[in-house]
């Protein structure tokens, strides 16, 4: 009873503790979090207005940072030269940028980049001109042509460590280096040759991870030595006094003015000589961390489960809107099929996407399409219509064969009362022909007819910011200030009219920064900074991880699907002789560019790609050209296996970090080629056994990361990697989940380490594995191209 009571006086004690001081100067001149800046050579140029709230006045006062670096501001205070003073940059450091009195920090990254002289002997063959394309240069062959010396061909390239696939083109031909003797397989029935350049050894590097909290203290695991940490709250660098290290853990103080906000953060990193660690997201709610989801809000998108449809396809909730082209030339999956507003809403209120786990739909675009199809210019030159919403002929109305004004009204009313975000598909990179904007401004367009007589139409890298998508569609010209003027307001007239939540970005890459940086400055102070309200804005970008990340950061998007890494998991998760090394080591390459905790787009497929249950289940070959098949035969799964892979992949990207992002069909494994064939209409009833064994798989995984913070806020740590066998962990304050995949063909017991922070804890496996864990191994029965997903509290 003694003992009852001094526990219970000791509870009291604890609870009554007072709250910490405020250490922090009024400042809100950052809308949220400022993302780091990345050092890019000698000198790097940082646009202050990514970051800063100016007004009418030009308000940096100062800038001070590492002394191995040197910062020199520009008259108007409003940009900002970093320069490099010693050879020797620390991985991180901080840069204090004073405004108006009040000091606002953000971490610097050193450029990790290693000059690299690429040579190619021509092995006394004559040519005329080499070029070098590939990876490294987003396989544009233009851009790094090969110099002959010395009866060589060479050049040299700043690259960041990391693998790179190329070929090389020589006369125009396109061949593997017979020089490299290191090739992989392109996951389209091909081959390409491999560079590998500066790997460093993470094991060396610290690693850390949430351990515990109590009250407004944090304490974070760390493995590896540590030399320094910084920890900031909001854009505030925390003091060291509030900083210690104690018993193997980092002890943080959180400031009281974090309890006086319902939702802030903690961002945490560490370093040492061998490189940074992972970086560590901590939401807070008035001031302490965050532990039960419900406390999560719509607002906090690190939380995104997403679901993406089209709508024209998905579901026909008003058959009075439906208008097909009558047209006979135009093929059946080639024009619209009803599917409406009216569709989706209706399916939100049978609670299809609760169903799922599902807390934000991102559908295509709802601008008017011409009322006619159109040939395409490329070959077998094929009539559309614009069934999918991406020919905009208006910028500012809803397509009558979609719904009205009133039906689009209804479906955002539904979602946000089913507290679900819902995303637009925005299009800024082109018009139709018939759009007023072009037809009254022709000069606003880029050029179509290039200097050498071909056609400026889909040339993706080669004219990446001017190229057409069809003769019908102008591309829009960004160098002009009123073009960025006109397009940003149309998107700002889609939030302030119907308060969409955010948008999905069509054909970024295509687009001038500058359209970006002025469509995101006029969201955030005319719209989310009036209404303290965070809009999610994410892109698309088929590119390298290098191209993808120019968009993304302060005053650009939130992030970009991660292709990379989706076409590495299509291969691992859809082919025999894939290793899940190639899958390991491609999610640390998207970690060191993104960060561990990152908004970056997870997919299962997309409506411009093969659906991949139809290569893993070999009804599409990976040799074949993935478009045709789709017009020349019924495209089905194949072998059932691809019913087992869909659904590997489906469990790794609810379970790594980023955003999970669910292409409509995919949950129940349609099948089909590529566009349009993986276009098809949804189907909802009468599912097969496997259909819906898939269904309830899908929704059991979006539930589980949904309802455990780990697989959101968590560390990630591989715990076992082999060809066929891989095991990572993911940990947030005793909050723990393993993961276990097998992609052979038979039944496999998985053995592995499991590290302290993972250790007593009770466990349940999901989806049915028997398990076992005894003094720092566990052993986990895992079926053949099976999974399993373990989670407890410790």
């Not at 409003?78 to 920090?105: A, C």
């Not at 690429?118 to 240069?137: H, I, K, S, W």
């Not at 370093?271 to 039960?292: A, C, F, K, W």
């Not at 904007?437 to 007819?449: G, K, S």
Request: glycine share 8%; proline share 6%; hydrophobic share 35%.
């Amino acid at each position: 009873m003694a003992l009852f009571a001094a526990l219970l006086v000791a509870a009291s004690i604890w609870s009554c503790q007072p709250r910490p001081d405020r250490i922090f100067p009024d400042g809100d001149a950052i809308f949220g979090l400022a993302s780091p800046v990345q050092l890019e050579g000698d000198t790097t140029t940082v646009l202050l207005t990514d970051y800063f709230v100016m007004g009418k006045e030009a308000g940096i006062d100062s800038v001070t940072g590492s002394d191995r670096l040197g910062f020199l501001l520009a008259d108007d205070r409003q940009d900002l030269q970093i320069y490099t003073r010693s050879n020797f940059v620390p991985h991180l450091s901080e840069m204090k940028i004073w405004k108006d009195g009040t000091p606002y920090s953000l971490i610097v990254k050193r450029d990790k980049r290693e000059r690299f002289t690429f040579t190619f002997d021509p092995q006394g063959e004559n040519y005329r001109r080499v070029a070098l394309r590939g990876e490294m240069n987003d396989w544009n062959a233009r851009a790094n042509p090969l110099h002959l010396i010395d009866g060589v061909w060479q050049t040299t390239l700043e690259l960041n460590p990391g693998r790179y696939q190329y070929q090389i083109r020589a006369d125009g031909e396109d061949m593997l280096d017979p020089n490299n003797p290191n090739v992989v397989d392109n996951n389209i029935g091909g081959f390409n040759s491999l560079l590998e350049v500066g790997q460093a050894d993470p094991d060396v590097a610290p690693r850390l991870y949430p351990e515990s909290h109590r009250r407004y203290k944090v304490n974070i695991g760390m493995e590896n030595n540590v030399d320094d940490i910084f920890v900031l709250w909001q854009n505030f660098r925390i003091p060291d006094v509030y900083v210690t290290i104690h018993d193997g853990l980092i002890q943080i103080q959180v400031p009281g003015d974090a309890t006086e906000k319902q939702r802030s953060f903690l961002r945490i990193q560490a370093q040492n000589e061998h490189g940074p660690s992972n970086d560590l997201l901590i939401p807070l709610e008035y001031g302490r961390p965050v532990t039960d989801p419900d406390q999560l809000t719509r607002e906090d998108h690190e939380a995104t489960i997403m679901y993406f449809l089209m709508i024209d396809r998905f579901y026909n909730g008003n058959p009075d809107n439906d208008e097909p082209v009558d047209d006979p030339e135009v093929a059946d999956r080639a024009n619209y099929h009803g599917g409406d507003l009216a569709g989706v809403r209706k399916k939100i209120e049978e609670g299809y996407f609760d169903m799922l786990g599902i807390n934000t739909i991102w559908m295509t675009p709802i601008t008017q399409n011409p009322q006619d199809a159109y040939f395409e210019h490329p070959e077998p030159q094929r009539k559309y219509t614009g069934y999918h919403g991406y020919w905009p002929v208006t910028l500012t109305t809803v397509d009558h064969r979609f719904g009205t004004k009133e039906e689009l009204e209804d479906l955002l009313a539904q979602a946000h009362g089913n507290e679900m975000n819902l995303l637009l598909d925005y299009v800024a990179n082109h018009v139709h022909e018939d759009n007023p904007l072009i037809q009254d401004n022709p000069e606003w367009a880029t050029t179509l007819n290039l200097p050498d007589g071909r056609k400026n139409i889909r040339l993706w890298d080669e004219h990446r910011l001017t190229t057409w998508f069809d003769t019908f569609l102008p591309s829009l010209d960004y160098t002009r200030p009123e073009v960025i003027d006109l397009m940003s307001d149309s998107a700002f007239f889609w939030i302030e009219n119907y308060h969409f939540d955010g948008f999905r970005h069509d054909a970024t890459k295509h687009i001038h920064l500058e359209f970006w940086r002025e469509m995101t400055r006029k969201l955030k102070e005319d719209y989310m900074i009036p209404n303290d309200r965070r809009l999610y804005q994410i892109g698309e970008t088929f590119g390298s991880r290098e191209l993808i990340g120019e968009y993304v950061g302060s005053g650009l998007l939130d992030g970009q699907f991660d292709f990379n890494l989706y076409f590495d998991a299509r291969s691992v998760f859809g082919q025999d002789d894939s290793s899940f090394e190639t899958l390991d080591y491609s999610i640390y390459q998207s970690f060191a560019h993104y960060g561990y905790q990152h908004l970056m787009g997870n997919i299962t497929g997309n409506h411009d790609l093969p659906r991949f249950i139809s290569l893993a289940g070999g009804d599409l070959r990976w040799d074949e050209d993935d478009t045709e098949p789709g017009w020349e035969r019924e495209i089905g799964v194949g072998d059932p296996v691809g019913y087992d892979r869909l659904s590997q992949l489906t469990a790794f990207i609810m379970t790594i970090p980023g955003v999970p992002v669910l292409y409509y069909g995919d949950e129940i494994g349609l099948p089909g080629a590529s566009d349009p064939d993986s276009r098809r209409p949804m189907k909802f009833d009468n599912l097969t056994e496997r259909q819906q064994d898939v269904r309830d798989r899908a929704a059991k995984l979006g539930h589980l990361r949904k309802d455990n913070l780990a697989f959101v806020y968590g560390d990630f740590e591989t715990l076992k990697l082999e060809e066929h066998i891989w095991a990572y962990s993911r940990s947030y304050f005793g909050e723990n989940a393993i993961v276990v995949f097998n992609k052979s063909d038979e039944d496999q017991v998985v053995r592995f380490a499991i590290p302290e922070k993972l250790r007593d804890t009770r466990y349940q496996a999901h989806f049915g594995s028997e398990f076992a864990a005894d003094e720092g191994k566990m052993e986990v029965s895992v079926p053949a191209n099976g999974y399993e997903v373990l989670t407890g509290q410790k």
